[in-house]
């Protein structure tokens, strides 16, 4: 699929989480469940069954934001 999106990062989804209109996606990213780094989209229900997407499945996150916020600890 092509995307004008600059940001692709790859993973393995660890989690779907969802109900009658709404699903949250969590995916290991880099598909490496030793890394210790998650990334979690929100999708409605019907753009999860269109996806197929399935626990397991190597997927690719395309982020494009308007705005990105770093907080300092």
Do not use: C, P, Y
């Not at 989480?17 to 598909?31: C, E, F, H, L, P």
């Not at 997407?53 to 600890?73: M, Q, S, T, W």
Request: no cysteine; net charge negative.
């Amino acid at each position: 699929m092509e995307a004008g999106v600059r940001n692709n990062i790859f993973g393995e989804i660890e989690s779907i989480k969802a109900d009658d209109v709404m699903a949250q996606v969590t995916m290991w990213v880099g598909g490496w469940q030793d890394n210790n780094v998650r990334l979690t989209s929100v999708m409605t229900r019907d753009s999860l069954e269109d996806a197929g997407f399935k626990k397991g499945d190597k997927v690719n996150a395309l982020v494009k934001a308007i705005n990105v916020v770093f907080v300092k600890h």
